[in-house]
């Protein structure tokens, strides 16, 4: 249902939605779900530097789909549950270019798992590289604006107190 209203609203806005001007609707395909995680308010006044983070993160009702032409990622639909049914939300370009480029900088078939974390009281999407020897907590922008660096986790959750 979310792909088929992704598709609808395409048609009209394809540059809204993440679409190329080269790009053939026909060819957009969803990409496996990304599971959306939070961290709870009491985990995150406990948190010490160094420590894993991925140990902290609680799933969500909340998975994010890629939308890909290839293997390129257009936007992210969002899907959550609430409690009876699968409901879509918008799709967000902005995550999508910034999820293309985490999966660019850390790819699971070199062995990398980000993670991609919401804070339910602050909008936006944040995510984690927990392979890396830096316990990293990230805001997603970061990959459209900067050259991708990395957050302490530290620093991320002690701004959530």
């Not at 927990?130 to 620093?155: C, F, H, K, R, W």
Request: aromatic fraction near 10%; hydrophobic fraction near 40%; charge should be negative.
């Amino acid at each position: 249902m979310a792909f088929g209203n992704l598709i609808d609203l395409a048609n009209t806005h394809p540059d809204a939605c993440g679409f190329l001007p080269n790009d053939s609707l026909l060819h957009a395909k969803l990409g496996a779900p990304v599971q959306v995680y939070e961290v709870a308010a009491g985990d995150r006044s406990r948190y010490q530097a160094g420590q894993a983070i991925k140990s902290l993160f609680k799933p969500t009702e909340r998975w994010m789909f890629p939308v890909m032409i290839g293997d390129q990622i257009r936007c992210m639909v969002q899907v959550k549950s609430n409690g009876h049914d699968y409901v879509p939300g918008e799709p967000s370009k902005i995550l999508g270019v910034a999820w293309n480029k985490i999966m660019e900088k850390w790819p699971v078939t070199a062995g990398f798992h980000p993670q991609l974390i919401v804070n339910p009281e602050m909008p936006g999407y944040y995510f984690s590289v927990p392979e890396l020897a830096q316990q990293n907590l990230t805001d997603t922008d970061q990959m459209i604006y900067s050259p991708g660096d990395l957050s302490p986790a530290s620093v991320i959750l002690a701004s959530w107190r």
